[in-house]
T-cell receptor, first 113, second 115 residues
Framework: DAKTTQPNSMESNEEEPVHLPCNHS???????IHWYRQLPSQGPEYVIH???SNVNNRMASLAIAEDRKSSTLILHRATLRDAAVYYC??????????????FGKGTKLSVKP | DTGVSQDPRHKITKRGQNVTFRCDPI?????LYWYRQTLGQGPEFLTY????????KSRLLSDRFSAERPKGSFSTLEIQRTEQGDSAMYLC?????????????FGPGTRLTVL
């Protein structure tokens, strides 16, 4: 699986949008871009994933660059409960892999009231 | 609660003792994963089951570690002759046979402390 690069930490104010960047310059054509987050003392939680087009769900939006070498997770209005470590992970299409996720260190997001 | 459950949530043991953890995946999820997470690091893959078959093991899974998934339902992870370096959070995840991109659902983890 290709490697991703994320900032170690970011800060945000409550109720403001947050843009979490991820670089993945060696992404292959079949790699999906996944985001998971891990709240303190909990297991990771799926947030969103995409392949080429921007994606929206109830938790967040995923903006994918046209060349797919970078992506941005967007939290539209950060809350204190969004304080977590956010992981950007590349996964090959399921049909061609065993399925384990390769986590980096992620970005620790702090949200200030 | 229909999520992934793990038991126990915390385990303190003395060096050299054996420990066993249990994971109950979400019903109908045929894929099950074990990960280990040390402080300040992201989770690291240990092993993967599809139904009852153990299909992949990481180099991290030394011969002191063994995992089983009898009947393709719950899974156990056993560590024999524990060492202080085994202290970590052990996470279990499951995913369904349908859907794309292999979304995994994680349990709350078992935190192991080896004294």
């Amino acid at each position: 699986d290709a490697k991703t690069t994320q900032p170690n930490s970011m800060e945000s104010n409550e109720e403001e949008p947050v843009h979490l960047p991820c670089n993945h310059s060696t992404i292959s054509g079949t790699d999906y871009i996944h985001w998971y987050r891990q709240l303190p003392s909990q297991g990771p939680e799926y947030v969103i994933h995409g392949l080429t087009s921007n994606v929206n769900n109830r938790m967040a939006s995923l903006a994918i660059a046209e060349d797919r070498k970078s992506s941005t997770l967007i939290l539209h209005r950060a809350t204190l409960r969004d304080a977590a470590v956010y992981y950007c992970i590349l996964r090959d299409d399921y049909g061609g892999s065993q399925g384990n996720l390769i986590f980096g260190k992620g970005t620790k997001l702090s949200v200030k009231p | 609660d229909t999520g992934v459950s793990q038991d126990p949530r915390h385990k303190i043991t003395k060096r050299g003792q054996n420990v066993t953890f249990r994971c109950d995946p979400i019903s109908e999820h045929n894929r099950l994963y074990w990960y280990r997470q040390t402080l300040g690091q992201g989770p690291e893959f240990l092993t993967y089951f599809q139904n009852e078959a153990q299909l992949e093991k990481s180099r991290l899974l030394s011969d002191r570690f063994s995992a089983e998934r009898p009947k393709g339902s719950f899974s156990t992870l056993e560590i024999q002759r524990t060492e202080q370096g085994d202290s970590a959070m052990y996470l279990c995840a499951s995913s369904p046979p349908w859907g794309v991109a292999d979304t995994q659902y994680f349990g709350p983890g078992t935190r192991l402390t080896v004294l």
